[in-house]
């Protein structure tokens, strides 16, 4: 048995980069930073940023390219992907992905019409078995943060 699964919770870094397949089928590229802060010993805030390269296909492509911009906070549920091609000198290069298959926009930087039609992605995006929600508020800020239990 195994298991690949990533969950993100972070805040877009360019808007989304959409391509169409030969075939016509969508997938929406961009990236995810997301931050860890936490004291160290002496008391100073630390943060640690993780950029991430996230794929969508099909319909979360095309909500991407509607919905999506720089700056959005966003959680991204999908899986693991590293991918690895040779350049034109024959170098091998490697790159790591995230293929969501699922998508929650938490904050709300767009209007009321936004809103309205999360409802129809919803259904459309089940229909393809991906989700994007939209919350009924966005999330508290961050509490206080405690110093690290070791």
Not at 4 to 28: F, Q, Y
Not at 73 to 87: A, F, I, K
Not at 124 to 143: G, K
């Amino acid at each position: 048995m195994s298991l690949n699964k990533v969950m993100l919770i972070g805040n877009v870094g360019r808007d989304p980069i959409i391509r169409h397949l030969e075939n016509g089928t969508p997938v929406a590229t961009f990236s995810l930073a997301t931050t860890e802060r936490y004291k160290d010993k002496a008391g100073v805030l630390k943060e640690v940023t993780e950029w991430h390269n996230i794929v969508c296909w099909r319909n979360l492509a095309d909500i991407c390219e509607k919905f999506i911009r720089k700056g959005n906070q966003l959680y991204v549920e999908g899986s693991l992907r590293t991918r690895n091609w040779d350049d034109q000198n024959g170098q091998k290069h490697y790159v790591t992905e995230i293929i969501a298959d699922k998508m929650r926009i938490l904050n709300r930087k767009a209007d009321n019409a936004f809103q309205e039609q999360s409802v129809q992605m919803q259904g459309q995006a089940a229909r393809q078995n991906q989700t994007v929600q939209v919350p009924d508020s966005a999330l508290q800020p961050e509490e206080e943060m405690d110093d690290l239990p070791f």
